[in-house]
């Protein structure tokens, strides 16, 4: 079954202990797409400006990723440039350019308005909300969201969120929705909005999954190199849902599945700069590294 | 099987988020051993002061700890005050009193000399090193160090390391002690020193198994109360230590089992201040938590 996300296509700036490299294919919607396109069909929606250069836009470009809802606007593309420390947990925004990107107003192509697997990328709640109104028969939605909707639109998020199965955020984010510094009183609480279940990505250390039943931890696969977090968690997300919309399992086990592969996913797209590591990636990697993640994980 | 723990035992002024308890038993030595004594036989090696207050001890006394190389000595017990912040993954030491610690030289009963498995708590690494002198046949050496030790006794430390199984540490530990930022890397480093296997303890994110041919990643026990994270890491090594001593099984597959009871009874004593949570947990709850366990990483 198909996946639609909705999220941004950026061009990156990127400097960590590695290396460094300018203005490649970034954007929540861009790693999203990729990591899912392994497992089913992908559309996307999304805009750019008339300067994205055609050898990055082709990173994109795949039999399994539909770009017809990636709109081209006169201007200049959405830009970010960031800097990793030592601790790559820790990075400093150092520019951020919105461009086109200040006026997104995700509009569905007709043939995208069926799609059963929904992911909303970090945008606007409002706006998210508004590409719920045009689908007509969503069967699973997913959202993301960061701090500053948190902060500065809670009604708006919250009003979203009755609409929502699954919120995918980090740890911090999860103790400012929640209002708590606990994790797991913080998840009850986000959970009493109306998601059923809440991913918290906690990134070298993993993943926790709460729904009103039950918990599941997975711990982060460990990585000898870490080139590039950029995108790892809209990748796990990816790799997450798109293994539900392959295998449809929506049941406990499945997701657990699927929290592992979103792992995998996660875990290769670190190993290089940007969407660089997808490049040579195969699903049969993927496949070995999840047998891999069982061994790490089993006892 | 018997375990001999060497290591402090103190009276403990902790502030935490939750709350204030003052002078109340703490140590190395003796969260190891209580949390041990679960599974197996303990042997206590430590020093206390004529000041220690007789019920602060009975918490120490059990059928299956064994007390005879617990040195009263003449003066002040050693006394530590610290104050967890609110992120109770940080804490201040407000005040350090060796006292009678600070010339602690462990000297073992009779009777110890022949215990198999072996727990070194933090102490100066040539210290350490002398209590394996005193040992007739140990199967099992596990060590603890911390960053005072790594960085101005390194050449002692290296030789105890080379006559030590099990190094149980922390994550910035590894990192100092392996010359390294990457996890895995620093692990690889700290394995070509001698020890077969390396215990990386990350707290609320659990902990990882290093050894040559190996990983293993476990989560921490999702909870909902945290009240005093003090002696999180002995107890871990209590319970794992403990569980291997009453299994004997020293496979891989017994480790794997070892490290998820440590897990276990460290997530019990979090939930209430100093060693007060062990006053109460029965065998019985460690089990059924042991089995919440499994359902909460299966996959």
New interface residues.
């Given amino acids: 079954m198909s996946i639609l996300v909705v999220g941004s296509v950026a061009l990156d700036t990127i400097e960590t202990p590695s290396g460094r490299v300018e203005e490649v294919l970034g954007g929540s919607a861009a790693y999203f797409a990729v990591a899912a396109s392994y497992f089913a069909p992908v559309r996307v929606v999304a805009v750019i400006g008339d300067d994205f250069p055609a050898h990055e836009r082709a990173m994109l470009s795949s039999p399994n990723i539909d770009l017809a809802g990636l709109e081209v606007r006169k201007g200049r593309t959405f830009r970010w440039t960031g800097r990793y420390h030592?601790?790559m947990n820790i990075r400093d925004t150092l520019d951020l350019q919105l461009n086109v990107f200040a006026d997104f107003a995700p509009v569905l192509p007709a043939r995208y308005r069926d799609t059963p697997f929904v992911f909303l990328g970090n945008i606007n709640p409002g706006l998210q909300g508004g590409v719920l109104d045009q689908l007509t028969q969503p069967r699973l939605v997913a959202c993301d969201t960061i701090s500053h909707w948190i902060e500065w639109a809670r009604p708006e998020l919250e009003t979203l969120l009755r609409r929502v199965e699954i919120v995918v955020i980090n740890d911090e984010e999860t103790r400012m929705l929640g209002r708590e510094?606990?994790?797991?009183?913080a998840a009850r609480n986000i959970l009493a909005l109306g998601p059923r279940t809440l991913l918290v990505k906690?990134g070298?250390?993993?993943v926790?999954l709460f729904s009103p039943n039950?918990?599941?931890?997975?711990?982060?696969y460990?990585?000898?190199?870490?080139f590039d977090p950029t995108g790892a968690g809209d990748s796990f997300a990816g790799g997450f849902l798109g293994y539900l919309a392959q295998s449809g399992d929506l049941s406990e086990?499945g997701f657990?599945?699927a929290?592992?592969y979103g792992s995998v996913v996660a875990s290769f797209v670190v190993e290089d700069f940007g969407l660089r590591r997808f490049r040579s990636l195969s699903r049969e990697e993927i496949d070995r590294r999840y047998r891999q993640f069982v061994?790490?994980?089993?006892?």
Same sequence: chains 1, 2.
């Fill in positions: 030592e601790d510094r606990n994790i797991v009183r906690r070298e250390y993993g926790l039950s918990v599941f931890a997975v711990p982060a460990p990585l000898e190199e870490v086990a657990r599945k929290i592992v061994a790490l994980t089993e006892f």
